[in-house]
């Protein structure tokens, strides 16, 4: 087993030595790599870069499994870094965020922080308004991947998260890919397979601003949800268990608007709850990858965001809590608003729902969910 993993080891270094640049040289979207290597928890974090022939640009750093950058050409060609992010593994280790993690070992909240499972009750930790949010304080966002670079398009990452991990049951192997493709699409998918009876709902948590300068807020980006319902919440931003239709309310984005056009209206009680957009959509997808989930177009600068996913629902995140107390990449303040989030998932607190879709993975099964976000330009 250990000359095994030795092999794998070195196979992966000449790999990356191949497939990656020098680490002295800075990335497309200005990140300096060495910035990104440190150890946390005695694991080594890298930044890796995946680009296609088109000259996009994805840059990644196992240390949560986070996109750190996104470069696409805007409509007069030139390349913008349409993500939130930090410049340094340090930022991110200090700034508790979500900024662009892969997210686990449950998205989204659990109210109380209580599941059952055949007749247990576990409490897991409470870190959001009494809440369990992606997966706890020290969820996946915030753990070392083992990071497996395929080739120059593609990024395999492993978490082992054993058993009793923020008191999830089950020793869990989720491994997420990341996959650039030639016509601007970053394939994610993820899979996990456990030794005991335990729950998960795995995403992707990038903040988006297409306009390529986080400094304004996103609120004049155009939205389209393909979905008749969505998930209300309580004033704690948990689900009601009520579906409730999106016709004639703020949140129908079933014809695209803009996101801001009723964001302040805190006369509807939802956008007062979810202080903005902080919501489940209930997708008409019915499962279908190559069916579009949602849209999501900056008008400054034509670049557009197609989200496909085999995921039952999106959380719609507008970016609420930024407050202009962090500080990002190039020295960026993010205010409120400065970005819009679009999580595919499985709903908020489904482990105690069950007349919804099942989160629950049993040994022997194998989850699995794949979500594309296709980027394009409209001029």
């Known amino acids: 087993m250990k000359n095994y993993f030795l092999s794998a080891g070195i196979a992966a270094c000449i790999l990356a030595s191949c497939t990656q640049k020098p680490e002295t040289q800075l990335t497309l979207s200005g990140l300096n790599p060495t910035k990104f ?3 946390v928890n005695n694991a080594q974090t890298n930044l890796y870069t995946l680009k296609n022939k088109a000259g996009m640009e994805v840059c ?15 409509k007069n060609g030139n390349m913008q870094d349409v993500v939130l992010g930090f410049d340094s593994i340090a930022d991110y280790i200090n700034v508790p965020s979500d900024f662009g993690a892969s997210i686990g070992r449950y998205a989204n909240r659990i109210n109380q922080g209580r599941i059952v499972l055949d007749g247990d009750t576990i409490q897991l930790p409470q870190n959001n308004f009494g809440h369990c949010l992606h997966g706890g304080p020290k969820g996946w966002q915030y753990q070392v991947y083992n990071a497996n670079p395929i080739d120059g398009t593609t990024l395999e990452l492993t978490r082992i998260s054993p058993d009793g991990d923020e008191n999830f049951p089950g020793n869990v192997t989720a491994k997420v890919t990341y996959k650039l493709t030639e016509d601007n699409a970053i394939d994610i998918k993820y899979s996990a397979t456990t030794d005991k009876k335990t729950v998960i709902n795995m995403t992707n948590h990038s903040y988006f601003n297409l306009s390529g300068n986080p400094a304004k807020a996103a609120t004049d980006h155009i939205l389209y949800v393909n979905a008749d319902n969505y998930t209300p919440v309580d004033s704690t931003f948990m689900t009601t268990g009520e579906i409730l239709p999106v016709k004639d309310t703020p949140m129908d984005f079933t014809t695209p608007k803009a996101v ?4 302040n209206n805190y006369d509807f009680i939802q956008l007062k709850n979810g202080n903005g957009y902080d919501h489940n959509w209930v997708l008409n997808t019915n499962g279908d990858i190559t ?4 849209k999501l177009t900056s008008p400054e600068t034509g670049i557009t965001l197609e989200v496909y996913t085999n995921e039952p629902g999106i959380q719609v995140y507008s970016g609420n809590f930024l407050d202009g107390t962090v500080t990002g990449k190039k020295g ?3 205010n409120q608003r400065a970005s819009v989030c679009l999580e595919t998932q499985h709903y908020p607190d489904s482990p105690n729902k069950p007349e919804w879709p099942s989160v629950i993975l049993e040994p022997g099964q194998t989850y ?3 979500c594309i976000f296709k980027f394009g330009v409209e001029k």
């Open 37 to 39: 290597q440190t150890e």
């Open 60 to 74: 990644i750093t196992n240390f949560g499994g986070r996109i750190v950058s996104i470069m696409v050409p805007d």
């Open 260 to 263: 801001g056009q009723d964001i």
């Open 291 to 294: 069916k579009l989930a949602a």
């Open 332 to 334: 960026i303040v993010y």
């Open 368 to 370: 699995n969910s794949e």
